[in-house]
Nanobody, 125 residues
Framework: QVQLVESGGGLVQAGGSLRLSCAASGRTVSTYGMGWFRQAPGKEREFVASIRWSGSTTYYADSVKGRFTISRNNAKATVYLQMNSLKSEDTAVYYC??????????????????WGQGTQVTVSS
């Protein structure tokens, strides 16, 4: 029903920048918002950032606040994650998710019904 295609992952040096993109297709009109989560080896998937399809409300994890910026282009049905001042701790597989269940916050992965395939971000130090 909803397909998510991620791009932009790769290898970057500490202090560098990277921009992730997530193109959505299908029944995206019914989604509440989009979000980025990440998972490092041996750790649970954690919230990174999210944004509503309508309005300007955004949310960020404390660990990325001030360094990452989430944005959207509704016409292109695409959400972006601009990552600046990258640290080795940011190394993880980054997943794009489509939020459907509005009774969960956009910071709660339980509200996300669809996920992209994930894109690897590796920060060298």
């Amino acid at each position: 029903q909803v397909q998510l295609v991620e791009s932009g992952g790769g290898l970057v040096q500490a202090g560098g920048s990277l921009r992730l993109s997530c193109a959505a297709s299908g029944r995206t009109v019914s989604t509440y918002g989009m979000g980025w989560f990440r998972q490092a080896p041996g750790k649970e998937r954690e919230f990174v950032a999210s944004i509503r399809w309508s309005g300007s409300t955004t949310y960020y994890a404390d660990s990325v606040k001030g360094r990452f910026t989430i944005s959207r282009n509704n016409a292109k049905a695409t959400v972006y994650l601009q990552m600046n001042s990258l640290k080795s701790e940011d190394t993880a597989v980054y997943y794009c998710g489509a939020h459907f269940h509005s009774w969960y916050a956009l910071t709660d992965e339980r509200g996300y019904a669809y996920w992209g395939q994930g894109t690897q971000v590796t920060v060298s130090s």
